[in-house]
T-cell receptor
């Protein structure tokens, strides 16, 4: 079945450093979504990417969708303590019945 | 607009018992999905309902079942509880007919099986 792998599992950075999490799918995706879950909270939608090679920015966050639509990345520039949480990618493969499959998540901690 | 609500927020059960969790989607949302979240397995898709019909199902045993009512509220039932069922159960609703639309998550129900 479809698998969505996300790396790294954990990332500890000093405030001000950059952070990147990568998402890879075993099959081609129709779209990919990114969510953030704060400690003790629930996942909150960040963005959706649909087009091959698409790049979207939200302030210090940059999201990319690979040309082959099998991978994606989230890059945070100059992390802040408010960025702490777990970042999940979630993708839907073609011909998989529309199930949204989540990656394992990357837990980001930021040291002030 | 009120968000997704889930009840109860916390639940403690013993092995062998059964449990029913409830989810009320955002008003106007017709799709409700359920996920199990554990530290080791991340977010695992359980099932999705749209207009009272199960549209998708994950790879969970038959002990896990759900349903959706005409007002889009959904319930999830787990029978013959096992220790490994301890998890955060998240419900998410979405607006449109496509299951790939943005998921709005509720706060979850924390289930502990002793």
């Amino acid at each position: 079945g479809q698998q969505v792998m996300q790396i790294p599992q954990y990332q500890h950075v000093q405030e001000g450093e950059d952070f990147t999490t990568y998402c890879n799918s075993s099959t081609t995706l129709s779209n990919i979504q990114w969510y953030k879950q704060r400690p003790g909270g629930h996942p909150v939608f960040l963005i959706q990417l649909v087009k091959s090679g698409e790049v979207k920015k939200q302030k210090r966050l940059t999201f990319q969708f690979g040309e082959a639509k099998k991978n994606s990345s989230l890059h945070i520039t100059a992390t802040q303590t408010t960025d702490v949480g777990t970042y999940f990618c979630a993708g839907v493969a073609y011909n998989q019945g529309g199930k949204l499959i989540f990656g394992q998540g990357t837990e980001l901690s930021v040291k002030p | 607009k009120a968000g997704v609500t889930q009840t109860p927020r916390y639940l403690i059960k013993t092995r062998g018992q059964q449990v029913t969790l409830s989810c009320s989607p955002i008003s106007g949302h017709r799709s409700v999905s359920w996920y199990q979240q554990t530290p080791g397995q991340g977010l695992q898709f359980l099932f999705e309902y749209f207009s009272e019909t199960q549209r998708n199902k994950g790879n969970f045993p038959g002990r896990f079942s759900g349903r959706q009512f005409s007002n889009s509220r959904s319930e999830m039932n787990v029978s013959t509880l096992e220790l490994g069922d301890s998890a955060l159960y998240l419900c998410a609703s979405s607006l449109a007919q496509r299951s790939t639309d943005t998921q709005y998550f509720g706060p979850g129900t924390r289930l502990t099986v002793l």
